[in-house]
């Protein structure tokens, strides 16, 4: 059985792959999770300490990053753990460097030794696969796209950790010979994701009759990619990808924020007919996010030329799934907007 140990499983992106590994048979996932504040137990299956091993841990903990992999012995490692929202790196930005820079450098020295200790095969198949994002690349004028060769020019706090993050596991390779990759994915979205991103804020205040807050004209670009397409081509990459190299990871799908917002609410209303208010009537604009980059858009077409991976669900149609989704699992809402899988999670910990 292949053992894969996923950083950040916990999370939204990290959570979607750890229930496809889990679906098949042949894989046990060590889940490796800080569970901080987007860390929600709520969001994975339960783990049964077999095929499913669950690990209270933070990645900038060498001494527990060691452990564990010396415990556990996996194959694979994909590291989803990083801080990732951008408003909240322009708030604090000191926990992005930590989380994003330093427990990367502490994963990929971890790793470092004890990929030293495996038998030569293993050496040969182990991988060490980094997720990343379209955001250190920069802002796109109004045409061109992030190739693998784009140079880097992150303008947030969070695309600059991750950007040195990219480097680091980059060097840890091309000087140590660790076999990593990396995939630099836009967008995502769907079910399970924390409420303060884009599309599950607007789809929440859509239901609830809230204000729908729209930062300057509502004309940035973002590619938009399904979760689930988006871990199809983490395990492509994983299985197929040649080590050292760069793979982005795009849906094909520009749109802008005022578009994704008048698409959630239009589909509200079609879900919800009797709501007692017009959704689009609720979108409100707000000062501009500093620093906001205008577009983001990825060329996907190195992945689908060498590995075959292209997306495969329509946006119109996986929107509604995912608007349906948040209609259809208000418990998991409920307590992820009370609080109450926080204050679990901390009495969890804490015994």
């Not at 149609?317 to 259809?328: H, P």
Request: glycine share 8%; charged share 20%.
């Amino acid at each position: 059985m292949k053992t894969i140990l996923v950083t950040g499983g916990a999370g939204f992106i990290g959570g979607c792959y750890v229930r496809r590994l889990l679906a098949n048979e042949g894989t046990r996932v060590i889940n490796y999770d800080a569970l901080t504040y987007a860390g929600n137990l709520d969001s994975i299956p339960l783990a049964d300490g077999k095929r499913h091993v669950f690990v209270h841990g933070n990645i900038c903990d060498s001494a527990t990053v060691a452990r564990t992999l010396t415990q556990y012995q996996p194959d694979q490692i994909v590291h989803f753990a990083a801080e990732s929202h951008v408003d909240r790196s322009i708030d604090g930005p000191a926990s992005f460097v930590q989380t994003n820079v330093v427990g990367t450098s502490c994963l990929l020295d971890a790793a470092l030794k004890y990929w030293k200790t495996l038998t030569s095969e293993r050496r040969h198949a182990f991988r060490f696969l980094h997720v990343s994002t379209d955001e250190v690349y920069g802002s796109l004028g109004e045409t061109g796209l992030f190739t693998e060769t784009t140079p880097y020019a992150p303008n947030s706090p969070y695309s600059a950790s991750k950007a040195a993050s990219d480097h680091m596991v980059r060097a840890w390779h091309h000087t140590f010979g660790l076999p990593t990759l990396i995939t630099n994915c836009s967008n995502n979205y769907g079910p399970y994701q924390f409420p303060e991103k884009l599309i599950p804020l607007m789809t929440l205040n859509a239901i609830e009759g809230k204000p729908l807050p729209i930062y300057g004209d509502g004309l940035n670009v973002r590619d938009w990619l399904y979760v689930e397409d988006h871990c199809v081509a983490i395990d492509t990459v994983l299985e197929r990808g040649q080590v050292g190299e760069t793979y982005n990871v795009g849906g094909n799908c520009e749109r802008t924020n005022l578009d994704i917002v008048r698409v959630i609410c239009g589909t509200v209303q079609k879900l919800l007919p009797d709501l007692d208010h017009r959704c689009e009537d609720l979108i409100t604009y707000v000062q501009d996010r500093p620093g906001h980059d205008r577009r983001y858009a990825i060329d996907a077409s190195k992945i689908e030329r060498e590995l075959g991976w292209k997306p495969h669900r329509v946006f119109e149609e996986a929107i509604r799934e995912t608007v349906q989704w948040y209609l259809d699992n208000q418990a998991w809402v409920e307590r992820i907007t009370s609080g109450k899988y926080q204050r679990e999670r901390l009495g969890t910990i804490e015994a």
